[in-house]
T-cell receptor, first 113, second 112 residues
Framework: GENVEQHPSTLSVQEGDSAVIKCTYS??????FPWYKQELGKRPQLIID?????GEKKDQRIAVTLNKTAKHFSLHITETQPEDSAVYFC????????????FGTGTKLQVIP | DVKVTQSSRYLVKRTGEKVFLECVQD?????MFWYRQDPGLGLRLIYF???????EKGDIPEGYSVSREKKERFSLILESASTNQTSMYLC???????????FGPGTRLTVT
C-alpha cells in the first residue's frame, strides 16, 4: 500500500521568513496530493492541493510543488505570520479504486513573532 | 457547508468495555473514514467505507470494527477497549469525485 513520509516533524521560523515542508510517497499510482492545516484544538482543513498532471500550484502565500519522477511534493509558505502556526499534514490519494487517503505524520510549524 | 458531527467530544471508558463512536454527515458523501491521531504518528486510518454496508480495513484495524447501515452514519466500535486505544478519534467524509475530506471535531477517548 501507499506510504507517505513527511519532514521535518517540527519547524520553527521567524515571522516573515519562509517555511518548507516535504513529503515523499511510494505508490506511483497516487495522483492527488492535498495539504491540511490543523490549528490547536481544531479539525484538519484543506488548504491547498495538487493533481499529478500539474507541477506547481499557488494560492497567495502558499504554494505546492510536485515531482512525479522523484515521488515527492512540498508545501511552501512565504512571509509567514503567527496565524500560520499549526500542524500541517500532507496526503496522497489514488483516485481510482476505493480512494484510500494516506497521510504523512505531520509537521508542527511555529512562527515566532 | 458540510457538517460532520461526532457523538462525543470527550469519553472516558474502562478497560474491557465495548465503546461506540458515531459519526454523522449531512452532505450525502459516499466515502467515510475513521482515523486515530496520536502525537508524532499523524493521522492513521482505521477503517473506511465507500458505500452503505461496504467497508475496508485501513492501516490499523486491529481491535476495531465498523458499521455503516445508513449513508449518513458511520460507527466505530471498540469491541473490548484497552488502554492503548486511548487517543483522539477523527471521522472524515468525502464525495466520490476527487474532493477534499471534511473532518468531524474529534472524540478524545481515554481508556482507564
Amino acid at each position: 500500500g501507499e506510504n507517505v513520509e513527511q519532514h521535518p516533524s517540527t519547524l520553527s521560523v521567524q515571522e516573515g521568513d519562509s517555511a518548507v515542508i516535504k513529503c515523499t510517497y511510494s505508490d506511483s499510482a497516487s495522483n492527488y496530493f492535498p495539504w491540511y492545516k490543523q490549528e490547536l484544538g481544531k479539525r484538519p482543513q484543506l488548504i491547498i492541493d495538487i493533481r499529478s498532471n500539474v507541477g506547481e500550484k499557488k494560492d497567495q502565500r502558499i504554494a505546492v510543488t510536485l515531482n512525479k519522477t522523484a515521488k515527492h511534493f512540498s508545501l511552501h509558505i512565504t512571509e509567514t505570520q503567527p496565524e500560520d502556526s499549526a500542524v500541517y499534514f500532507c496526503a496522497a490519494i489514488y483516485s481510482g479504486g476505493y480512494q484510500k487517503v494516506t497521510f504523512g505524520t505531520g509537521t508542527k510549524l511555529q512562527v515566532i513573532p | 457547508d458540510v457538517k460532520v458531527t461526532q457523538s462525543s467530544r470527550y469519553l472516558v471508558k474502562r478497560t474491557g468495555e465495548k465503546v461506540f463512536l458515531e459519526c454523522v454527515q449531512d452532505m450525502d458523501h459516499e466515502n467515510m473514514f475513521w482515523y486515530r491521531q496520536d502525537p508524532g504518528l499523524g493521522l492513521r486510518l482505521i477503517y473506511f467505507s465507500y458505500d452503505v454496508k461496504m467497508k475496508e480495513k485501513g492501516d490499523i484495524p486491529e481491535g476495531y470494527s465498523v458499521s455503516r447501515e445508513k449513508k449518513e452514519r458511520f460507527s466505530l466500535i471498540l469491541e473490548s477497549a484497552s488502554t492503548n486505544q486511548t487517543s483522539m478519534y477523527l471521522c472524515a467524509t468525502k464525495g466520490h469525485r476527487l474532493y477534499e475530506q471534511y473532518f468531524g471535531p474529534g472524540t478524545r477517548l481515554t481508556v482507564t
